[in-house]
């Protein structure tokens, strides 16, 4: 047949095999396979076995970006050496930065929520590149790691116009951020603003925003009064897997990874090896991952029969040994399988199904392959200003001792010493003697009275940074600068 979209198949490890020739089967039965031609990659195990370290081989990556769209099963991670999380990598190499979960109430898999009549539909939108999954960590100190979390403008712009384009075309009334800009104010403060801004141009969709902490009691307590969240990467990791928790655990949630050229979609549990091998591993996030990945390929039709029909089994009782009504016999994965295929037409008649649209939507545009690293921006044209430096020194010395070399190290500089925080809270000048301090400090320099921003470079603060490494142990360094006239740098607590 002319199929005339490619997608890149990894089976994965694990009950990966089992579950993904399960789902194929039943996509085949849907008449998938005249439109999708599903090219088998080499990724998981076998390459981390084989000493690659990225976990797939250079064939597998020229697939992916060839085809520019990944179905996957679980993958092992390997437990310590060199090898990366491969589900990580592939979403960072491929600029997969935003990671959408759909979490809805399913017949047949009882939930509390499920047994109080509250039905749920919730999609998380999770910011997938940035945040503290960068992985830049550094030991600064004998007793101070650091993980920078990293987020940018243009990053957190890419995920919510995703977000908020998705919302519209769900016809959803209210998008909310989630966020803890109460407690980070630039690097939060900023995914926010971003949120508000891409939020202008859908004026008929409500935008609200809730403190991640209130969101995760909320979701417990009302669930059903969220639509769509979004989240930056690590809130929105832990958040998602709250949500799936709460319409039957992961084995009942999706995940998409969708990027401009390229998108991975994949089951979100692991490769269960407890059961790996039986035949009686439960496919079902795997299938509606791949209903995700149909519905990105344009193949809406197939994917709203195949919904349907999953729901009008599960409906009936159908059922995995991992889940459901304990007094019906569980069956394996490939009967279950055959008990949704044996549905395809029907739907279900408890809950919602899926309307069937009469026409497929376009598939994806092939990956262009960029002619170098795109450099995507959102503030160009910023006037900046150097207007100091926080340095971070290692030492054991008491806060007094090291105010003391400081203002001593900064004499004749155009910088005086304005601040000395431990941890974060204020030591010096004021602060109190029962803030326990630890083998790490930051001081911070300003200008003097006299001196304005722009009345020079940041070569003065890099001579500054060397003085004090004539006498101190440094472990890292800050520029403070204005950004158009606006602090681009946080206060200490307690300032
Ligand atoms: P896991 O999700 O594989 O297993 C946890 C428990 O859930 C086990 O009792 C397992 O039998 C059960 N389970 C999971 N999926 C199931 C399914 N489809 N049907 C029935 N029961 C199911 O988590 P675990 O044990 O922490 O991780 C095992 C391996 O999977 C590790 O190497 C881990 O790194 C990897 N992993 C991969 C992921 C991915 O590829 N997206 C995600 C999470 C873990």
Redesign the pocket.
């Known amino acids: 047949m002319g199929s005339e979209i490619r997608v890149a198949l990894a089976k994965?490890d694990?009950?990966g095999p089992e579950?993904m020739d399960a789902t194929l089967e039943l996509f085949r039965h849907a008449g998938v396979h005249e439109r999708v031609q599903f090219v088998p990659v080499q990724m998981g195990r076998e390459v981390f076995d084989a000493g690659d370290s990225r976990g797939m081989t250079d064939g597998a990556i020229a697939e992916v970006e060839a085809s520019g769209v990944v179905f996957k099963g679980?993958?092992?991670?390997p437990k310590g050496g060199g090898g990366k999380?491969i589900?990580v990598t592939l979403r960072k190499l491929f600029s997969a930065y935003a990671n959408v979960r759909h979490f809805r109430t399913l017949p047949g898999v009882e939930t509390p929520y499920s047994r109080s009549g509250i039905e749920l539909n919730l999609t998380i939108v999770r910011e997938n590149i940035e945040d503290t999954y960068g992985g830049v960590e550094h030991r600064l100190t004998p007793d101070m790691i650091q993980c920078k979390r990293l987020i940018s403008a243009p990053g957190s712009d890419q995920v919510h116009r995703l977000a908020w384009r998705h919302a519209k075309a769900l016809g959803l009334s209210r998008v909310h951020c989630g966020h803890k800009a109460n407690i980070m104010k630039l690097t939060d403060g900023l995914f926010l603003e971003r949120f508000r801004q891409a939020a202008r141009e859908y004026p008929e969709i409500e935008a609200a925003d809730v403190i991640v902490d209130a969101l995760c009691m909320n979701l417990v307590v009302r669930p059903q009064q969220y639509q769509m969240i979004v989240l930056p990467n690590l809130q929105g990791d832990i958040v998602s897997d709250l949500a799936a928790g709460l319409v039957g655990g992961?084995?009942f949630a999706p995940s998409a990874n969708i990027g401009n050229q390229i998108s991975i979609f994949?089951?979100?549990?692991?490769?269960?090896?407890?059961?790996a091998g039986k035949g009686?591993?439960?496919?079902t996030?795997l299938i509606l991952s791949g209903l995700m990945m149909l519905r990105h390929a344009g193949l809406v039709r197939a994917a709203a029969a195949i919904e349907n029909a999953l729901l009008a089994a599960l409906e009936s009782g159908v059922r995995?040994g991992?889940f459901g009504d304990k007094s019906r016999p569980a069956l394996g994965t490939k009967e279950f399988v055959r008990a949704i295929a044996d549905r395809l037409g029907s739907g279900p008649k408890s809950v919602s199904g899926v309307a069937v649209p009469e026409k497929d939507g376009p598939a994806p545009p092939t990956p262009q392959r960029p002619s170098g690293h795109t450099v995507i921006r959102t503030y160009t044209n910023v006037v900046k200003h150097v207007v100091g430096c926080d340095i971070y020194l290692d030492t054991p010395l008491a806060p007094s001792s090291v105010a003391e070399e400081m203002q001593r190290i900064a004499q004749e500089t155009p910088f005086k010493l304005t601040l000395i925080s431990n941890r974060g809270t204020q030591v010096w000048p004021a602060g109190s003697m029962y803030t326990e301090c630890v083998d790490y400090y930051r001081v911070r320099f300003e200008l003097r009275e006299g001196f304005r921003p722009g009345d020079f470079g940041q070569s003065r603060c890099v001579a500054l940074l060397d003085r004090v490494a004539e006498k101190f142990d440094v472990c890292s360094y800050e520029l403070l600068r204005v950004f158009d006239g606006v602090k681009g740098y946080s206060l200490a607590q307690g300032q």
């Open positions: 994965g694990g009950i579950i679980p993958m092992e991670t999380s589900n992961l084995g994949e089951a979100v549990h692991g490769t269960a090896p407890d059961i009686i591993a439960n496919p996030s995995t991992d």
